[in-house]
T-cell receptor, first 112, second 116 residues
């Protein structure tokens, strides 16, 4: 059973536009959420996180939004750049001291 | 720091053979994780250690898989005997106490395993 779901395997966005990656989760005990980015032949790298006490966290071009009632989070990238082309993993845990559960990932293509 | 080091980067083996994957975590990190990535299941946690002690191995698929951490700077994941369905990319990651287990984890480049 996938507790963290990324229903879009891939997404293509024009350079300069906004990229929106979506993630749904089923476990209401999840309290802490993360996004990781992965380039080919490399390991995932941490991108941004959000605690359930917030509904938004921003870091430069990256913003994560959390809607707890809908069990949904999204990652916005504005403006999208060619270097953003990668696989993005959504992840969640019950708290900061619990293991992370990852989604299957969404491949983002930034088009020139 | 060199980051998390994994070896080999690629492994091709025949069904039934023993496979050993190796990991050196970042110095000073006391959590070590083994993950497996497949198209079907995505990135799944197999086992993790804290201070060289296995804490949760509930993700280990079956008895053919075993992991050890004999010291703070080395861990192995062994598959014996290997099967074609074990073909995947295996990642090792490490993190540091005090920041929370699910705080930022640092991943190695992965080992791509192909079992024929």
């Amino acid at each position: 059973d996938q507790q963290v779901k990324q229903n879009s395997p891939s997404l293509s966005v024009q350079e300069g536009r906004i990229s929106i990656l979506n993630c749904d989760y089923t476990n209401s005990m999840f309290d802490y959420f993360l996004w990781y980015k992965k380039y080919p032949a490399e390991g995932p790298t941490f991108l941004i996180s959000i605690s359930s006490i917030k509904d938004k966290n921003e870091d430069g071009r990256f913003t994560v939004f959390l809607n707890k009632s809908a069990k949904h989070l999204s990652l916005h990238i504005v403006p999208s750049q060619p270097g953003d082309s990668a696989v993005y993993f959504c992840a969640a845990s019950r708290n900061r001291d619990d293991k992370i559960i990852f989604g299957k990932g969404t491949r983002l293509h930034i088009l020139p | 720091d060199a980051g998390v080091i994994q070896s080999p980067r690629h492994e091709v083996t025949e069904m039934g053979q023993e496979v050993t994957l190796r990991c050196k975590p970042i110095s000073g990190h006391d959590y070590l994780f083994w993950y497996r990535q497949t198209m079907m299941r995505g990135l799944e946690l197999l086992i993790y250690f804290n201070n060289n002690v296995p804490i949760d191995d509930s993700g280990m698929p079956e008895d053919r898989f075993s992991a050890k951490m004999p010291n703070a700077s080395f861990s192995t994941l062994k598959i014996q005997p290997s099967e074609p369905r074990d073909s995947a990319v295996y990642f090792c990651a490490s993190s540091k106490t005090g920041q929370g287990l699910s705080y930022e984890q640092y991943f190695g480049p992965g080992t791509r395993l192909t079992v024929t």
